[in-house]
């Protein structure tokens, strides 16, 4: 059965009522990555009807979950595949996409963006990297084409765009992206009025020595001293760097959206103390009370972010460590893993999470030292790309390759553990430098082996 689309006029009115409503509204990230997870349609009556969660991002353009939240008043921001971006910039193209993954859903459902790929810019390719402003562009242009005047295209960066970030007055985007890239971006975002979307993550920026100031805890913070600011939490000070960086190139008007924010709230030995019941609830909890409260951060005093947390369920067929499959705010049964203060009145609630002691760190990590190096389960494959992406970046590579202090032992883990550390060691040791689409980790222990001696 086609759906048919209200007059322009009245669609317009109930998408100002719905932004109107949803003034303390925060959203969340579904992620299906599970095989027990519940079916679409129990998800959209449970946010609808149990929490305050008004909107959600999805990773694809899942029509299950597209069908699911008809007519629910709960809006979904879907994602264009990575892959999908080349063929986006040919308009045709972009029209075609248009045609078989939104025009049968909207408006019955509330679809309020499109992001173009997820985290291109830090993780690439770089062909991906040179069309994504062009299918932003063609995109948008084919959505108006389309008689689809309500639904903003955009795209989640991660904070490896940024080359400095700390403090925020001395914040600044990348070399090379800033203008090739960014700017372009931010003009379309000014010219559509659409928000700059980016993934903060205090949670990789984690030590025990900022355990609180991480988690919206009591802290003495941080003091700009070129701003005369004092930052109370690690959120405001990752966002203010994004503010000023924008600001340099002089795009300061254009709007901020929160993409992916969150905490797990398990890890394996090696993750914890950060992946912890505790922190989780501390961060969460903290973002939705910062939020509901309507403080912005000391530049932007008064802005309220659009937020999605990362995530809606505990995934048990995500790859990595233990961490990646605990990001959920619910269990599957849709038990809430801990009160992070989204449930509706009367709803039920997890118990309060009680304080506990933070352990010490034993041994190096009292220093506060971190290195990065691959995750046990990373596959040849990744460790290779890694090698490949890392020394292409002018990194100097000579130390793995024969005759150098760390191609013993000669095995690609270990070469690929020392360049991926040399990057991340470079980049500024920010944890989401060791990323490496998920086959890196953060190690308090230092892998240096005889003559190879590992930055830090």
């Not at 029509?63 to 040919?90: C, E, Y």
């Not at 003091?223 to 000070?237: E, Q």
């Not at 924010?261 to 939705?288: K, M």
Request: charged share 20%.
């Amino acid at each position: 059965m086609t759906m048919r689309q209200p007059p322009p006029l009245l669609l317009l009115l109930l998408l100002l009522l719905s932004a109107i409503t949803a003034v303390h509204s925060i959203g969340v990230n579904y992620g299906t990555l599970g095989d027990n997870l519940p079916p679409p349609s129990q998800v959209a009556q449970f946010l609808r009807d149990k929490t305050i969660i008004d909107r959600i991002k999805i990773f694809d353009v899942n029509p299950d979950i597209l069908r699911a939240f008809a007519n629910t008043g709960i809006f979904v921001a879907v994602t264009v595949p990575n892959g999908d971006i080349p063929s986006l910039t040919n308009i045709d193209g972009a029209r075609q996409w248009v045609a078989a993954n939104i025009k049968p859903f909207y408006p019955q459902t509330k679809i309020n963006y499109i992001l173009v790929g997820n985290e291109i810019l830090h993780w690439g390719p770089q062909n991906l990297r040179d069309n994504l402003v062009a299918a932003m562009r063609t995109l948008h242009q084919a959505l108006i084409q389309s008689e689809i005047h309500y639904i903003q295209v955009t795209t989640a960066h991660s904070l490896g765009i940024l080359d400095v970030a700390e403090p925020p007055s001395t914040a600044r985007f990348r070399p090379f992206w800033d203008n090739e890239v960014l700017a372009p971006l931010l003009q379309f975002h000014r010219e559509t009025k659409t928000p700059f979307m980016v993934n903060p993550y205090p949670y990789f920026g984690y030590s025990p020595e900022n355990a609180n100031f991480s988690v919206f805890g009591a802290s003495k913070g941080v003091f700009d001293k070129f701003m005369k600011r004092t930052y109370g939490n690690m959120f405001d000070m990752l966002m203010d760097a994004v503010y000023v960086s924008m600001m340099k190139l002089g795009y300061k008007d254009v709007d901020i959206a929160v993409g992916e924010t969150g905490w797990s709230s398990l890890g394996d030995t090696f993750e914890r103390p950060r992946c912890s019941l505790e922190n989780a609830a501390a961060y969460n909890g903290g973002l939705v009370r910062k939020y509901k409260s309507g403080r912005g951060t000391p530049l932007m005093p008064r802005k309220r972010f659009e937020i999605y947390i990362f995530g809606l369920f505990n995934e048990n067929q995500k790859s990595g460590t233990l961490s990646e499959r605990n990001f959920g705010l619910f269990h599957p049964d849709f038990t809430p893993v801990y009160d992070a203060g989204i449930m509706r009145p009367g709803a039920a609630a997890a118990p309060p999470v009680k304080p506990v002691p933070r352990p010490a760190m034993p041994g190096p990590a009292q220093d506060g030292k971190k290195w990065c190096v691959p995750k046990t389960e990373a596959s040849d494959a990744a460790l290779q790309s890694n090698i490949d992406y890392v020394c292409s970046q002018g990194l100097d590579c000579r130390s793995i390759q024969p005759g150098g202090a760390c191609f013993s032992p000669n095995t690609l883990r270990a070469h690929a553990a020392f360049v991926m550390n040399a990057f991340y060691q470079k980049e500024g040791r920010n944890d989401f430098n060791c990323d490496f689409s998920g086959s890196g980790s953060i190690t308090f222990s230092d892998p240096s082996n005889g003559a190879c001696k590992y930055l830090s």
